[in-house]
């Protein structure tokens, strides 16, 4: 089966969206499809990639198009990739590419399937283009209608219940669930000195929030828990990601004035640019794994954590309830209520009763969220519509 896959971004550009598309594409072209990935141009970044048996094609004007509706030289690029082969099928990624894709849909008469994963945050967000939410929700229901997918393909339940609240027709919509390479992040117990060494960590507790920092990430609670825990365990430190291109500079901004005016500085580590091919290191260097958003889909960063051994803690929202049950395969707590995710962290590095939460939460991985599983449900959709 031949296959486009539209999406903005792609790695080396890091994020679990990202990682998602890219763990699909390798895993379609080891069943024997022929995969092309139409996407964002990264630049010099791109060396950092393999692209395996996919082929990446570059999309003129693609992040423009995405980031601010600059969209004249992409749309007249995606109607030449896209109307000029016989492709079997398309399968495009979220609200823009999705947009564009539709004022194309005529000269596309294979089927499309479409996949929306930002995350809806009620009456703020959407897809977060227009920072306008009444907005946003119109041209959503409008964009069901005028792509006409013959899928809706779901990470989650989460965003099937944003989906059919968006204005998808429920018959259409199929939920496979998120995936990730377990057994590329069961590498951290091998990895972990050497990890560790190179951050200067020996018996400090690191605790990895790796998330791209965006507000609803609610990383200042971190932070701010960071410097409760460290009254009594000045020996604990907090590791955030800072990735290329896809970060808030001005949240960074207020996160490191906040870490300043906490006296927590010296305890906060910055990962600068980290790739997909980083984050199984980053694993391997941390003794626990922190996901604080205010709102998410899924997460991504949990199952990868997981598999990586690593006990996780998070906020106890939508998306993350269909990952983590509370003191079986993780720590839940409420969503910004900061004394609780410090009791959380202690817990965690007390120890007590974590080998086992963390055993039970890497089974899980293993038997739910393995890319094997993610590749195969996707290609029952594609099967649904190309025989």
Same mark, same amino acid.
């Given at each position: 089966?031949?296959?486009?896959?539209?999406?903005?971004?792609?790695?080396?550009?890091?994020?679990?969206?990202?990682?998602?598309?890219?763990?699909?594409?390798?895993?379609?072209?080891?069943?024997?499809?022929?995969?092309?990935?139409?996407?964002?141009?990264?630049?010099?970044?791109?060396?950092?990639?393999?692209?395996?048996?996919?082929?990446?094609?570059?999309? #003129?004007?693609?992040?423009?198009?995405?980031?601010?509706?600059?969209?004249?030289?992409?749309?007249?690029?995606?109607?030449?990739?896209?109307?000029?082969?016989?492709?079997?099928?398309?399968?495009?990624?979220?609200?823009?590419?999705?947009?564009?894709?539709?004022?194309?849909?005529?000269?596309?008469?294979?089927?499309?399937?479409?996949?929306?994963?930002?995350?809806?945050?009620?009456?703020?967000?959407?897809?977060?283009?227009?920072?306008?939410?009444?907005?946003?929700?119109?041209?959503?229901?409008?964009?069901?209608?005028?792509?006409?997918?013959?899928?809706?393909?779901?990470?989650?339940?989460?965003?099937?219940?944003?989906?059919?609240?968006?204005?998808?027709?429920?018959?259409?919509?199929?939920?496979?669930?998120?995936?990730?390479?377990?057994?590329?992040?069961?590498?951290?117990?091998?990895?972990?000195?050497?990890?560790?060494?190179?951050?200067?960590?020996?018996?400090?507790?690191?605790?990895?929030?790796?998330?791209?920092?965006?507000?609803?990430?609610?990383?200042?609670?971190?932070?701010?828990?960071?410097?409760?825990?460290?009254?009594?365990?000045?020996?604990?430190?907090?590791?955030?990601?800072?990735?290329?291109?896809?970060? #808030?500079?001005?949240?960074?901004?207020?996160?490191?004035?906040?870490?300043?005016?906490?006296?927590?500085?010296?305890?906060?580590?910055?990962?600068?640019?980290?790739?997909?091919?980083?984050?199984?290191?980053?694993?391997?260097?941390?003794?626990?794994?922190?996901?604080?958003?205010?709102?998410?889909?899924?997460?991504?960063?949990?199952?990868?954590?997981?598999?990586?051994?690593?006990?996780?803690?998070?906020?106890?929202?939508?998306?993350?309830?269909?990952?983590?049950?509370?003191?079986?395969?993780?720590?839940?707590?409420?969503?910004?209520?900061?004394?609780?995710?410090?009791?959380?962290?202690?817990?965690?590095?007390?120890?007590?009763?974590?080998?086992?939460? @963390?055993?039970?939460?890497?089974?899980?991985?293993?038997?739910?969220?393995?890319?094997?599983?993610?590749?195969?449900?996707?290609?029952?959709?594609?099967?649904?519509? @190309?025989?």
């Amino acid at each position: 089966m031949k296959i486009a896959l539209v999406a903005q971004k792609y790695p080396p550009i890091a994020g679990g969206g990202e990682t998602h598309i890219q763990n699909l594409a390798d895993g379609l072209s080891a069943r024997g499809y022929d995969v092309t990935v139409l996407t964002s141009d990264p630049g010099a970044e791109a060396r950092r990639y393999r692209h395996a048996g996919v082929s990446i094609e570059y999309v #003129d004007g693609f992040w423009a198009a995405c980031q601010s509706l600059e969209c004249k030289d992409a749309v007249a690029d995606l109607y030449a990739r896209l109307s000029g082969r016989e492709w079997d099928l398309v399968h495009v990624f979220n609200h823009v590419p999705a947009l564009l894709l539709s004022w194309l849909r005529a000269a596309v008469p294979q089927p499309v399937c479409v996949s929306l994963f930002e995350t809806h945050v009620p009456a703020g967000r959407v897809f977060d283009l227009w920072g306008d939410y009444a907005l946003e929700k119109a041209l959503q229901r409008s964009l069901f209608g005028q792509l006409a997918a013959e899928r809706v393909v779901c990470g989650s339940e989460a965003y099937r219940r944003w989906a059919l609240a968006g204005g998808a027709a429920e018959e259409r919509i199929r939920v496979v669930p998120f995936g990730t390479e377990t057994r590329r992040f069961a590498r951290a117990g091998a990895l972990r000195a050497v990890a560790r060494q190179a951050r200067g960590l020996g018996g400090e507790f690191a605790v990895l929030v790796p998330a791209r920092p965006v507000r609803r990430k609610r990383i200042e609670d971190a932070l701010r828990a960071l410097a409760l825990v460290r009254r009594e365990r000045p020996g604990t430190r907090l590791m955030l990601t800072l990735p290329d291109r896809t970060a #808030d500079s001005e949240y960074v901004g207020e996160l490191r004035r906040l870490a300043a005016d906490l006296g927590q500085t010296d305890a906060v580590r910055w990962e600068r640019g980290p790739g997909w091919q980083d984050m199984p290191e980053l694993y391997a260097a941390a003794d626990a794994v922190l996901l604080p958003s205010s709102h998410e889909g899924f997460g991504i960063a949990l199952i990868e954590g997981m598999a990586a051994g690593r006990p996780v803690i998070t906020s106890d929202v939508e998306g993350h309830d269909e990952i983590v049950t509370h003191a079986e395969t993780g720590l839940l707590y409420p969503a910004g209520d900061v004394e609780a995710l410090a009791d959380r962290l202690r817990a965690v590095a007390s120890g007590a009763g974590v080998p086992g939460m @963390v055993e039970r939460a890497r089974e899980l991985a293993r038997a739910r969220f393995d890319v094997a599983a993610m590749v195969a449900g996707h290609h029952r959709v594609y099967r649904e519509l @190309v025989g």
